[in-house]
């Protein structure tokens, strides 16, 4: 065993601490096992959760230093110490909830180093819990201890994470004292991030903001208004609108309809000038009849009784690019985007143009 | 209907001859089980000599598409004729497939 040059009291709590070990690597695994269940319970994101228990070397470093202000090795709060990252600063504040729920917290150990701080400094931002796992969550018999050690939960961004990370390999912990011209620019840094952190909020807030806005003008039909993009496509989508059409075109050989995702076609749509889900609809309108003829004329002469959900907006497109003069060009140019250029397309092109013009549709 | 499945490790490769019709379908969808087994890698049908696809045809590459998906594999079309092309664009299986010429 190491001798660390401790005074009879140091190795005395490092003697306890080797013997909790086990116990120590036991609470590793469950208390991670709890946060990552109720994260995923609760359909949170979050960049990392980790977990550690002390090194051996580490802690007798710490003892060297302030072994006297611990009575046992009870009383060193982060033997085990578990972290979690969030994407977002507002989510600091939902994982501490969700930690507070979960686990017995010794409040008057717990520190928020976020609100530590004075107007006019910047650093460490951090959210410290001491815990501990209250019996009801787990319980071992074989280590009744775990509910009794308590252990330390950090709760940091992403962002305070890099900086943390980079302020420990050159700051405080690297034994060479730094001058404090650097740690200033260190402090600076953390002034910087912590306003992109917020940032980061802000625009996640005006995205959600937007998206709600979107789907509210989209089930008001006020489709005009809402530009045509990848999001306002989805929600639109999710109102079936191409459903009926669909049905109809099922109808004629009583055809099941097998759904598929459509938005491989908002890239055609946007080739045809749309610029809003107004067009979509316009399109929907003024175009269904005749592509409802074309699908007729396929499929009538068949007994195929399976379609996708694709169909509809399928021929609508084709109907819409021969309105425009876009001719087999342009019909080619709508193969080639849903299924990937080829060779073969050009003469699929020429099959649909002379159905339509059998149809009289151009 | 004739169908014979290898196994190349990271691939699998299906070559379908003659008609996939209704009749036919009913062995193809014992037969194919291989395909759904390793459906977690890239699953190649080879269409050279495929003169035919009836809707029970459609109906068994859409299960071996799905299947593709649920385990992260993926199928690729190859060779596939003209008549069959137009059948899975009027059904509106043209989007749904990746389809090599070569």
């Known amino acids: 065993m190491a001798d660390y040059g401790l005074d009879p009291h140091g190795n005395l709590i490092l003697d306890e601490y080797r013997q909790m070990r086990p116990a120590l690597q036991k609470m590793k695994e469950v208390a991670l096992s709890i946060i990552r269940k109720d994260i995923a319970d609760k359909n949170l994101m979050v960049t990392a959760t980790e977990a550690r228990v002390k090194e051996e070397g580490s802690l007798a470093g710490k003892l060297a230093l302030k072994g006297h202000k611990y009575a046992t090795a009870r009383d060193i709060t982060d033997l085990l110490g578990v972290r979690v990252i969030t994407f977002y600063s507002d989510d600091v504040d939902k994982i501490a909830a969700m930690a507070e729920n ?17 107007l006019d400094s910047f650093g460490y931002n951090s959210l410290h819990y001491i815990c501990r796992i209250p019996e009801y969550l787990y319980k071992d018999p074989d280590f009744p201890e775990i509910n009794e050690i308590r252990f330390e939960l950090q709760i940091r961004t992403s962002l305070q994470h890099v900086w943390a990370t980079l302020y420990h390999d050159s700051g405080y912990k690297s034994g060479v004292e730094v001058p404090s011209q650097y740690l200033r620019q260190m402090n600076r840094l953390a002034g910087m991030l912590e306003l ?45 609108p191409f459903d009926t059409l669909n049905r109809r ?10 759904e598929v995702p459509l938005q491989r076609y908002l890239p055609v749509l946007k080739d045809l000038g749309m610029t809003t889900l107004g067009d979509v609809e316009q399109m929907i309108r003024g175009g269904q009849e005749d592509a409802y003829r074309l699908a007729s004329y396929q499929l009538g002469v068949t007994d195929i009784d399976i379609i996708t959900s694709a169909v509809a907006i399928q021929n609508l497109c084709i109907v819409t690019i021969l309105r425009n003069g876009g001719g087999k060009p342009g019909l080619q140019s709508l193969f080639d985007t849903i299924n990937g250029q080829s060779e073969a397309n050009a003469s699929l092109a020429e099959m649909i143009y002379h159905q339509a013009e059998n149809l009289k549709l151009i | 209907m004739e169908i014979n499945i290898t196994n190349n490790g990271d691939s ?30 890239e699953i190649i049908l080879d269409c050279t000599d495929l003169e035919y696809i009836s809707s029970s045809g459609l109906r068994i590459l859409l299960g071996i598409r799905k299947e593709t998906a649920r385990k992260g594999g993926k199928v690729i079309l190859k060779h596939i004729r003209e008549e069959i092309r137009q059948v899975f664009l009027m059904t509106g299986f043209y989007n749904l497939f990746e389809i090599q010429d070569s």
Request: a negative charge; hydrophobic letters at 40%; aromatic letters at 6%.
């Open chain 1, 102 to 118: 979960l686990f017995w917290i010794d409040r008057e150990n717990s520190v928020d180093k976020r609100k530590m701080h004075q």
């Open chain 1, 249 to 258: 075109i099922a109808a004629l050989n009583q055809a099941e309809i097998q």
């Open chain 2, 12 to 41: 699998m490769v299906c070559t379908l001859a003659g008609r996939l019709d209704t009749p036919a379908s009913l062995q193809v969808s014992k037969d194919i089980q291989p395909l759904l087994d390793n459906a977690d890698k």
């Open chain 1, 196 to 240: 992109a952190d917020e940032q980061f909020c802000v625009i996640r807030r005006d995205i959600n903001d937007y998206r709600r806005r979107v789907q509210s003008l989209v089930s008001d039909g006020r489709l005009e208004e809402v530009a045509l993009d990848g999001d306002t496509f989805k929600s639109y989508l999710a109102m079936q």
